[in-house]
């Protein structure tokens, strides 16, 4: 048992003795290289989000689209939102080409139109044929995840592929709603085209 | 000082090379937040993995229990420097710092330095000490900015977690070694946090395989200049391993060593009947687990966890070395459609050795050394009733510990929860559980000499083996809402029902000549002879009035009724009444400011402690951080800025004294690339 004064003594020296060993240490690595940091692992809807913001970056919409020079690029999601606030997140105080991102919420796809970039939830997308029927041009840029979402209409789908998030162009439906993707984003995609018998 | 101008010259070095975007958009003024994707390169963000969770991850929304997740941002900002700290903001928490290097941490009251009632997890590796159920705070800790997030969970645990989950349980989780690569470094000096220095650095072996290290220093003054500085030193690492994409093996260790000073006041059988010295504990330990996670293509997942832990704790009154090895597996399943089983086992084998650390003996265990075990298995099968809107969890755990009674050394743990979630913004629960607080080796095995008087006469608390688990019955109701994206209410209410809690009872007096001089005994024998209720209410708000200004608030309600049974003559059975406080509020203001500048300011209210003559009082802590770069941080926090000096605790049964918590602060370099 050590007794006060002594035995604070003994902790103060150990105490500095220490510091100057980890000073030393923390310039030690210093000298290891340094990485870039980047986050190799993360939220699947976070990738997700990640992406359809670039999306935006690698897209264009016809100017008509936009009823100002400034008007924002609008996300709608339809159905229940997978990307909790991480889409929010990832879209907020950016600009694209000048305009603003939006990320509105809908409970049906019908609603959502028109906009530019619309997320379909998994249930939403089960009625993607009609709705496609049913509206008026100019469609937006249509994204979901269902397993035949490029084969029934819609334009981007994403897939999950070795545990990372990968994503499927139909150029067929990216011509139908009128925008230009740009050859970076289609050289990272897998391309489909409608099925012949469509 | 030296420690500081390091860190800059870390700072102001040139970052090495990163590959850099050029896509048509302006970027963001705001400094990126930590996990941001969205400056990433297409290229790269193609190679981001997604993570995958080894228990299953639940939107928060939907948790069917009282939940409150606290974040790095959340701990960064609060200018926390231990887990202690960081757990104030928690609601249903109680949080009392008895000195500088202990804490009594306990949830929904029977508060204390050795709070028995509270589950605490580093990593999957249960923390809790044998000896009094109760957790020694001051060695518990890591690298603070590696931490993903604490999870606190009020209320019986016990189904998923095991006994003394019976107020809560709290899971302190690292991020994955992915998540932590390149080097990162913090460093300050202070007037209680006199200097202290951590850094770690990530790394990979080709894609498979991650893994980081830190060390961490630090040497505490104290409150009072003569005996409760507190110096700690540790190291320790994780690594991940990917063998393929079906399976994780991962890897973490620990080691420390450390000084902590106390005042110790305990009973003597000669004038004044009571001996005060000062003295500095040795405490070393280390840690190290492995986890493989094995995922099938029918999305089943087996885990397999294996860890052992040893410390020793020599020079105090009770001289403590213990070596516990773990092993436990577990399997989630889904047979059918809506079914989500989860089902597994686990059994711990600890050894202790121990001896009275003091001449005169004032712990006395018999034997002095001992082998436990504790063996459990569980079951869960959560049932979705209706999509995505009604779910019910149906649990049970059988556990059985050498310490429980001969005459039924098996546990029955069970609960129930039920999660309605109208719709993505409202969710209604409701739980009814059963927990018990296994005995401790204490309770089973020791005496302890608290007080003398002339005569000499002693008063002993004595072990029994007859002494069972207390019990708790909860009934808990939740609401959560999201009103707006911004805004978010959190109320959680609960109803416990405690029985078989421990008393003391008096016993027959005998005389004792050994330790000298001759004198009479008073023993008080550990018995089961209360029963008790408490109710109360947690609220947790999170707003963001503004883009650049976050608002947390949380407030505790808690009452707590003891009844001793009509045969029990404990003259303090009833004290934990007023051990923990009555109502809590604690309140985050933060804002960002322009020039890269981020302000918090942290107001708590603690309310009275009847038991202790400890008033109620108010107390504030801010910070001022600063982000010349990116990857720096300059931040100035203020500690307990309202009063000079103020008591938060005093210890009960165990003999250290309590300090009065200063007013401080400290001045912070953080780096990382």
New interface residues.
């Given amino acids: 048992m050590v007794m006060a004064n002594d035995g604070s003594d003994v902790v103060v020296r150990c105490g500095t003795g220490r510091l100057s060993t980890l000073t030393a240490a923390l310039g030690l690595l210093a000298v290891c290289p340094a990485r870039a940091q980047e986050p190799s692992r993360a939220p699947e809807y976070r990738i997700k989000a990640a992406f359809l913001y670039n999306f935006t970056l690698y897209t264009e919409w016809p100017a008509d689209s936009f009823a100002k020079a400034d008007s924002p690029i609008v996300l709608a999601i339809a159905g229940d939102d997978p990307f909790g606030g991480e889409l929010d997140a990832a879209v907020r105080g950016k600009t694209v080409r000048g305009r603003a991102i939006e990320v509105h919420r809908y409970s049906a796809a019908s609603d959502a139109v028109p906009c530019h970039l619309l997320f379909m939830s998994n249930a939403q997308a089960r009625n993607l044929p009609q709705f496609l029927r049913q509206i008026e041009e100019p469609l937006p840029l249509i994204v979901g995840e269902t397993e035949d979402f490029t084969r029934v209409g819609g334009a981007i789908r994403f897939f999950v592929e070795g545990n990372k998030v990968r994503f499927e162009v139909n150029i067929d439906a990216a011509a139908r709603a009128r925008v230009k993707i740009s050859s970076k984003l289609l050289s990272l995609a897998r391309i489909v085209r409608d099925a012949e018998d469509r | 000082m030296?420690?500081i101008l390091?860190?800059l010259?870390?700072a102001l070095?040139p970052?090495?090379?990163?590959?850099f975007q050029d896509?048509?958009?302006?970027?963001?003024?705001?400094p990126p937040?930590p996990?941001?994707?969205?400056d990433?390169s297409?290229?790269?963000?193609?190679?981001?993995?997604?993570?995958?969770a080894a228990r299953k991850e639940q939107?928060l929304i939907d948790t069917p229990s009282a939940v409150f997740v606290i974040r790095p941002d959340d701990i960064r900002r609060s200018g926390a420097r231990s887990i202690p700290e960081a757990l104030r903001m928690a609601p249903g928490l109680q949080v009392a710092q008895l000195d500088a290097n202990k804490w009594a941490i306990s949830s929904r009251g029977f508060n204390g330095r050795f709070a028995n009632k509270l589950l605490v997890l580093m990593d999957g590796r249960s923390v809790y000490t044998p000896i009094f159920s109760g957790v020694y705070w001051e060695v518990q800790d890591t690298f603070m900015e590696d931490i993903e997030r604490i999870e606190v969970i009020r209320g019986p645990g016990a189904t998923m977690w095991g006994a003394n989950a019976v107020n809560g349980v709290i899971n302190i989780i690292t991020k994955?070694a992915?998540?932590t690569?390149?080097?990162a470094?913090s460093?300050g000096v202070g007037t209680d946090h006199?200097?202290f220095?951590s850094?770690r650095?990530g790394?990979?072996v080709g894609d498979a395989v991650?893994y980081r290290a830190y060390?961490k220093?630090q040497?505490d003054v104290g409150y009072d200049?003569?005996?409760d500085?507190w110096?700690m030193?540790r190291a320790g690492f994780r690594a991940d391993a990917k063998p393929g994409?079906n399976q994780t093996i991962t890897s973490i260790g620990d080691l420390y060593d450390g000084?902590l000073?106390e005042r110790v006041s305990i009973p003597a059988l000669t004038p004044p009947f009571t001996q005060v010295?000062?003295?500095?504990v040795p405490v070393r330990g280390g840690n190290l687990l492995a986890r493989w996670i094995y995922k099938t293509p029918e999305e089943s997942q087996v885990t397999v966890q294996t860890w052992y832990e040893g410390y020793q704790r020599i020079?105090g009154i009770l001289d403590e070395r213990r070596d516990t090895i773990d092993v436990s597996v577990d399997h989630r399943i889904s047979p059918l459609k809506g079914q989500d089983i989860v089902w597994g086992g686990e059994f711990r084998f600890t050894r202790d050795n121990l001896s009275s650390?003091?001449p005169a003996q004032t712990v006395q265990f018999d034997p002095l050394a001992r082998d436990a075990v504790i063996g459990s298995a569980f079951l869960q099968d959560e049932i979705t009733l209706v999509e995505?809107r009604l779910r019910v969890a149906l649990g049970c755990k059988f556990e059985y510990n050498t310490f429980s009674r001969h005459d039924h050394p098996v546990e029955v743990q069970p609960s129930v929860r039920l999660a309605w979630t109208p719709d993505?913004a409202h969710a209604v629960w409701a739980s009814a559980g059963r927990a018990v607080r296994t005995p401790s080796r204490g309770e089973a095995d020791a005496r302890l000499n608290v007080a003398a008087f002339p005569g000499p006469t002693e008063v002993a608390l004595m072990h029994s083996h007859d002494f069972t688990s207390e019990k708790l019955t909860a009934l808990e109701l939740g609401y959560r809402v999201q009103p707006l994206?911004e805004l978010s209410f959190d109320v959680a209410t609960f109803y416990n029902l405690y029985d078989d809690l421990q008393t003391f009872e008096p016993d027959t007096p005998f005389l004792e000549t050994t330790p000298g001089p001759p004198h009479v005994v008073l023993p008080f024998t550990i018995d089961n002879k209360m029963a008790g209720r408490s109710y109360g209410f947690e609220v947790s708000v999170l707003g963001q009035p503004l883009?650049y200004w976050r608002m947390q608030l949380a407030y505790t309600f808690l009452r707590l009724n003891l009844i001793p049974d009509s045969s029990s003559a404990d003259p303090a059975a009833e004290n934990a009444e007023h051990e923990s406080p009555g109502n809590q509020v604690y309140f985050r203001s933060s804002w960002d400011l322009p020039e890269n500048l981020q302000l918090d300011v942290i107001p708590r209210y603690v309310g009275v402690l009847g038991a202790f003559d400890v008033p109620a009082y108010v107390e504030l802590d801010a910070r001022l951080g600063w982000r010349p770069r990116p990857?720096m941080e300059v931040s100035l926090t203020g500690q307990n800025l309202i009063h000079r000096r103020h008591f938060e605790f005093e210890p009960a049964l165990v003999f250290t004294e309590a300090t009065a918590v200063e007013r401080g602060g400290f001045l912070m370099v953080s780096v990382?690339?």
Wanted: no cysteine.
């Fill in positions: 030296l420690l390091t860190l010259a870390l070095s970052p090495g090379a990163s590959a896509p048509p958009a302006s970027a963001s003024q705001e937040k996990g941001d994707l969205t990433l297409l290229e790269d963000l193609m190679k981001v993995e997604i993570t995958t939107k994955p992915a998540d690569q390149g080097v470094a460093g006199r200097d220095a850094a650095y790394g990979a991650h060390a220093y040497d200049p003569n005996f500085d110096w030193t994409d000084r000073g010295y000062n003295q500095h020079g650390g003091d995505e993505p994206k883009p990857n990382n690339f």
